[in-house]
């Protein structure tokens, strides 16, 4: 990001970290400095943060479209490549296996980020 370039625009940055479920002033430790190198450190040092309410969502409609949009913008927007159809791979390269070397199996998305919320 490219703070200057703000600051001869008068715009007002506010940088926004994305990497986790907690705010980057919560974290025990400073990002780009310090941060756990394995899974069991980070849990260990995160374990008693509280996550940060959620920023209001937008209603649909409120925001305004970039100028130009492509009209089949959404319609590629909901595209979900498949490993074997477009990429080739054959059943066993696509199956998933869990790594002997876990602690234990990791499962995500925002489903499952939900419900451990």
């Known amino acids: 990001m490219n703070e200057v370039a703000?600051?001869?625009?008068?715009?007002?940055?506010?940088p926004?970290?994305?990497?986790?479920?907690?705010?980057?002033?919560?974290?025990?430790?400073t990002i780009g400095v310090k941060v756990p190198y394995n899974m069991k450190v980070?849990?260990?040092?995160?374990?008693?943060?509280?996550?940060r309410p959620l920023v209001p969502t937008p209603e649909k409609g409120s925001l305004p479209l970039p100028k130009g949009l492509s009209t089949n913008f959404f319609?590629?927007?909901?595209?979900?490549?498949d490993l074997r159809k477009h990429f080739g791979f054959n059943e066993e390269e696509?199956?998933?296996?869990?790594?002997?070397?876990c602690r234990w199996e990791f499962k995500g998305g925002e489903n499952v980020a939900l419900k451990r919320l």
Do not use: M
Not at 42 to 51: F, G, I, R
Not at 94 to 101: F, L, N, Q, S, Y
């Open 6 to 14: 703000t600051i001869d625009r008068n715009a007002h940055c506010v």
């Open 16 to 29: 926004i970290w994305g990497s986790t479920i907690y705010h980057l002033e919560d974290l025990p430790f």
């Open 42 to 51: 980070w849990n260990d040092q995160v374990a008693n943060l509280k996550v």
């Open 75 to 81: 319609e590629y927007s909901k595209f979900l490549p």
């Open 94 to 101: 696509a199956a998933t296996e869990v790594d002997p070397r």
